[in-house]
């Protein structure tokens, strides 16, 4: 019953907004599953989807979802396309996050090929940082622009870093290091911090990248469920999905609920996503033009939510 009267309290001590809301969905292709992650390209026209057999699709009005990208040299798509075994993983890849930079290159973080860059027509990806050894980075989680998360070890361990990758000189800085579970970063709109969510420790940190309190991190926000996957809407506010959780006996129940936070770690809205999500995770809440989009990486999800807000 713990879990039950935390919820309720978190619902009745924050004055934020709850939305009113319409859902629709966009079925993914046939046995694919588990769309961890969203993106729009830099024009906000077409959207990106990773999804857990390895791809990245893209949606247009013509064919629906079509195939974009893939992390792995080794990939086929006779081997590949729906699958959900957790095995095939290294030779189909497992991209976590996904991010277009101004230019419209995308920025991919697979848990098995690490840093990944395509350009404008997609195909196989090209890897770019590897470690201070010299190997692929494994288990990176998150990516905006140029920044990194990633989570080395068995989580929930306190060992995750953040990490900054600069395209020109192809290197790689520790930013941060000691992190519960790394799950999200988000850059400001004006790029002077950066969000980062800490999955094992229920926060969300504020990494300054320029200012007084310039390379210096706070804590933004204390949340009373694990943060996922942290993205800026096009007005500099951020949406990050939480994974509350309620005892209903026998069992307990997953209820995610999306949170808009603003820089000041305000919680603006939530919404409450578990009508449409019932017993899973949402990973990622991607708001565009009166819509937010949503992304599970549970394979019982084969739908990308649009939630009108
Ligand atoms: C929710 O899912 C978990 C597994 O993730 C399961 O153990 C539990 O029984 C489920 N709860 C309900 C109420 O279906």
């Given at each position: 019953m713990a879990s039950k009267l935390f919820i309720f309290i978190f619902f009745s001590s924050l004055p934020f907004v709850v939305l009113s809301q319409s859902f629709s969905t966009i079925q993914?292709?046939?046995?694919?599953?588990?769309?961890?992650?969203?993106?729009?390209?830099p024009l906000g026209k077409a959207l990106y989807v990773a999804v857990s057999d390895g791809r990245i699709l893209w949606l247009n009005s013509k064919f629906g979802f079509t195939d974009f990208a893939y992390t792995?040299?080794?990939?086929?798509?006779?081997?590949?396309?729906?699958?959900?075994?957790?095995?095939?993983g290294p030779v189909c890849g497992k991209p976590y996050s996904l991010s277009?930079?101004?230019?419209?290159?995308?920025?991919?973080?697979?848990?098995?090929?690490?840093?990944?860059?395509?350009?404008?027509?997609?195909?196989f990806a090209t890897q770019l940082a590897t470690s201070a050894e010299g190997v692929p980075f494994r288990f990176l989680t998150a990516l905006d622009v140029d920044l990194l998360t990633e989570i080395p070890g068995v989580p929930p361990d306190a060992t995750g870093r953040f990490m900054k990758y600069d395209p020109r000189t192809r290197q790689v800085t520790v930013?941060?290091?000691?992190?519960?579970?790394?799950?999200?970063?988000?850059?400001?709109?004006?790029?002077?911090?950066?969000?980062?969510?800490?999955?094992?420790?229920?926060?969300?940190?504020?990494?300054?990248l320029r200012g007084r309190k310039a390379n210096t991190a706070e804590?933004?926000?204390?949340?009373?469920?694990?943060?996922?996957?942290?993205?800026?809407?096009?007005?500099?506010?951020?949406w990050v999905p939480i994974r509350a959780v309620a005892n209903q006996q026998p069992t307990s129940v997953i209820m995610p609920i999306g949170l808009k936070i603003n820089r000041f770690g305000v919680v603006l809205a939530s919404i409450s996503f578990s009508?449409?999500?019932?017993?899973?995770?949402?990973?990622?809440?991607?708001?565009?033009?009166?819509?937010?989009?949503?992304?599970?990486?549970?394979?019982?999800?084969?739908?990308?939510?649009?939630y009108t807000i």
């Open positions: 993914l292709p046939q046995n694919v599953r588990a769309p961890v992650s969203l993106t729009f390209d792995a040299p080794t990939r086929t798509k006779q081997l590949c396309d729906g699958t959900t075994n957790p095995d095939l277009f930079s101004r230019r419209g290159d995308l920025y991919i973080v697979d848990a098995y090929f690490g840093l990944l860059v395509v350009g404008r027509n997609g195909g930013l941060l290091r000691g992190l519960s579970r790394p799950s999200g970063v988000a850059v400001s709109l004006d790029r002077s911090f950066v969000l980062v969510s800490e999955n094992s420790a229920n926060r969300i940190l504020k990494y300054w804590i933004l926000i204390s949340l009373p469920a694990a943060p996922n996957q942290i993205k800026r809407n096009p007005v500099g506010d951020f009508a449409q999500y019932y017993n899973v995770s949402v990973s990622v809440a991607l708001e565009l033009n009166h819509a937010l989009y949503t992304g599970s990486s549970f394979n019982a999800v084969d739908f990308v939510g649009a």
